[in-house]
């Protein structure tokens, strides 16, 4: 069963760091590109951030709000992604998904599976 | 960056009814155009993935079409089980990958 499990989030203070854990497993994790996507409380999906899979180069590329201050990674040997939150704002809460990008042929590129989602608040 | 707009921002229908949500893209991306449905407090679900092609599992009900910067998601006949949100995603090109900012479908 193809499986993705978020840890890490909790209460952080405006200004902080939390690294976020997605573990992976039922699929081989050191092909996939994988993605971040967030929601803030009542609100819609954000894309986060990407890494490729280190057979494509490994290289990543986040949305502009994140860009310089969150950092993904990959340790494929732990088949498990990570993202690194600094210099955390209020704008910043919000549930955090780790997701499998498909990029196949043609149109066939979308997000899936899903974790479960971690919750990262920011507030003093 | 692209940007992805959405109609109507909620909806309100009920159980039998046929539904169409629409998305519209700032710039063409071709058929590169998905659609997820979330319900509270559970992570998305693919529906539907090159603007038309329903993912493997997903009840045929749901029907997806457009090309170019206008598409459309349609539910056949809605059931009990498909009162949620909606959000259609594009997979043009390079990142951001860009969401539409929701449609949440309630029971009327």
């Known amino acids: 069963e193809v499986q993705l499990v978020e840890s890490g989030g909790g209460l952080v203070k405006p200004g902080g760091s939390l690294r976020l854990s997605c573990a992976a497993s039922?699929?081989?994790?050191?092909?996939?590109?994988m993605s971040w996507v967030r929601q803030a409380p009542g609100k819609g999906l954000e894309w986060v951030g990407r890494?490729?899979?280190?057979?494509?180069?490994?290289?990543?590329d986040y949305a502009a709000p994140v860009k310089g201050r969150f950092t993904i990674s990959r340790d494929d040997s732990k088949n498990t992604l990570y993202l690194q939150m600094n210099s955390l704002e209020t704008e910043d809460t919000a549930v955090y998904y780790c997701?499998?990008?498909?990029?196949?042929?043609?149109?066939?590129?979308?997000?899936?599976?899903w974790g479960q989602g971690t919750l990262v608040t920011v507030s003093s | 960056d692209i940007q992805m707009t959405q109609s109507p921002s909620s909806l309100s229908a009920s159980v039998g009814d046929r539904v169409t949500i629409t998305c519209r893209a700032s710039?063409?991306?071709?058929?590169?155009l998905n659609w997820y449905q979330q319900k509270p407090g559970i992570a998305p679900k693919l529906l539907i993935y090159?603007?038309?092609s329903l993912q493997s599992g997903v009840p045929s009900r749901f029907s997806g079409s457009g090309s170019g910067t206008d598409f459309t998601l349609t539910i056949s006949s809605l059931q009990p089980e498909d009162f949620a949100t909606y959000y259609c995603?594009?997979?043009?090109?390079?990142?951001?990958?860009?969401f539409g900012q929701g449609t949440k479908l309630e029971i009327k």
């Open positions: 997701t499998t990008y498909y990029y196949g042929s043609g149109t066939r590129r979308w997000f899936d599976p």
């Open positions: 039922g699929f081989t994790f050191s092909n996939a590109w």
């Open positions: 890494v490729k899979s280190k057979t494509d180069g490994g290289t990543t």
């Open positions: 710039q063409s991306i071709s058929s590169y």
């Open positions: 090159g603007a038309s």
């Open positions: 995603q594009q997979s043009y090109s390079t990142p951001p990958y860009t």
